[in-house]
């Protein structure tokens, strides 16, 4: 029986053997990794050489980026400047709000933001030319030739604006003054709003009224966005069958995903900027307006989740074959809502106190 076990000792020995050199092996390679990262980490050039040559984390994300800049270029050039007069209007109301104000400015993009307004009016319908977006575009540029002074660059751009039909309505889309009428909401109410959203994932089989939705998506339209660009659409998904498929592609929902009553993907499009420099405002904007979202929901007597979404190649390939992105979309998030169930219980999730995430000056 023991000269029977010898072979079986051996074995186990060389294995044992085996492993710490394999334990060996893989100390010597992280310490030599993060050696390596040690030197790159020195200079910007000698990372994105890091992450040519060893590391292919980075290539998606510099693909989508220059897939931006392309649909970006590609937009303006077709006439459909959409972006780049959304950010060139907001500019010209920020000039005109200041204190004092000059008698001249936005020279240096003035006839390219006339040039946009043109195309724009010039390539939709009547029905476009009628939208709120683009009379805000009029009211804005009618306004800033009515208070700027005189000048060869601003009187031949007025030239091609007063040319064009004018955009009539009761209500100027102009700067104004704010309200100095309080709300009906004060501190209290609103911390008690914020204490009582937390991350439902348990919800009742029960359809939620997409006026409802819609209602939440209005209120969360109001966001703050960077140069008033909005750089994301809610994809809305009631119907079940696409929850179940777009709601199990993320890790986080294993579980609880067989019942979301309605699910929503937050998509940022890189396509309205010109430069890398912008690459991460669609995460900023799109999560500001997502937090509105998720209030309002709240007022509407709805629960929602925001689901978490790593930056995983193989579940970004998944997600953007099933909502047909392209290359420039990227999913920021997913939220799951619906009407919540009384029966299931909430993390307590205790928050970091005023001290810890607080600093002055």
Same mark, same amino acid.
Request: charged letters at 25%; one cysteine or more; proline letters at 5%.
């Given at each position: ?139 804005? %540029?009618?306004? +800033? ?5 005189? /000048?060869?660059?601003?009187?031949? $751009?007025?030239?091609?604006?007063? &040319? =064009? ?104 499009? %890189?396509?309205? +900027? ?5 690459? /991460?405002?669609?995460?900023?904007? $799109?999560?500001?307006?997502?937090? &509105? =979202? ?68």
């Amino acid at each position: 029986m023991v000269s029977a076990s010898k072979p079986l000792v051996k074995t186990l020995i060389a294995a044992s053997g085996f492993t710490k050199l394999k334990q060996i092996y893989q100390k010597i390679r992280t310490a030599s990794k993060f050696a390596l990262l040690r030197i790159c980490v020195k200079s910007p050039k000698l990372s994105s050489l890091y992450y040519a040559l060893s590391s292919s984390a980075m290539g998606r994300e510099h693909q989508g980026v220059i897939s931006g800049r392309l649909q970006y270029q590609d937009l303006t050039v077709s006439s459909k400047p959409e972006y780049l007069l959304r950010r060139n209007v907001h500019r010209l109301e920020k000039g005109l709000i200041m204190r004092p104000r000059r008698d001249i400015f936005a020279l240096d993009y003035l006839e390219s933001t006339v040039t946009a307004y043109k195309d724009l009016v010039n390539e939709r319908s009547l029905d476009f030319k009628s939208s709120s977006e683009l009379k805000w575009a009029h009211d804005v %540029l009618q306004e +800033y030739f009515a208070v700027v002074a005189t /000048h060869p660059v601003i009187d031949r $751009a007025k030239a091609v604006f007063t &040319a =064009l039909e004018p955009i009539e309505g009761e209500q100027k889309y102009i700067p104004y003054h704010r309200s100095e009428s309080s709300l009906s909401i004060d501190y209290e109410q609103f911390l008690a709003l914020s204490q009582r959203r937390r991350s439902v994932r348990w919800y009742l089989q029960k359809p939620v009224p997409r006026e409802l939705i819609d209602r939440a998506i209005t209120a969360a339209a109001l966001a703050p966005s960077a140069c008033n660009r909005q750089p994301f659409e809610f994809r809305v998904f009631d119907d079940p069958e696409l929850i179940q498929k777009v709601g199990s592609i993320p890790m986080g929902t294993i579980g609880f995903s067989q019942n979301f009553p309605a699910l929503i993907a937050v998509v940022g499009k %890189l396509r309205a +900027y010109y430069s890398e420099r912008d690459r /991460h405002v669609i995460y900023i904007d $799109a999560s500001l307006a997502s937090m &509105a =979202l998720m209030y309002a929901f709240e007022t509407l007597g709805l629960s929602s989740c925001p689901i978490n979404w790593p930056d995983i190649a193989s579940k970004e390939k998944q997600m953007r074959q099933v909502l047909d992105l392209e290359l420039d979309e990227k999913v920021i998030m997913l939220i799951s809502f619906g009407y919540p169930d009384p029966k299931g219980k909430v993390p307590f999730s205790q928050k970091k106190s005023l001290a810890e995430i607080r600093r002055y000056n």
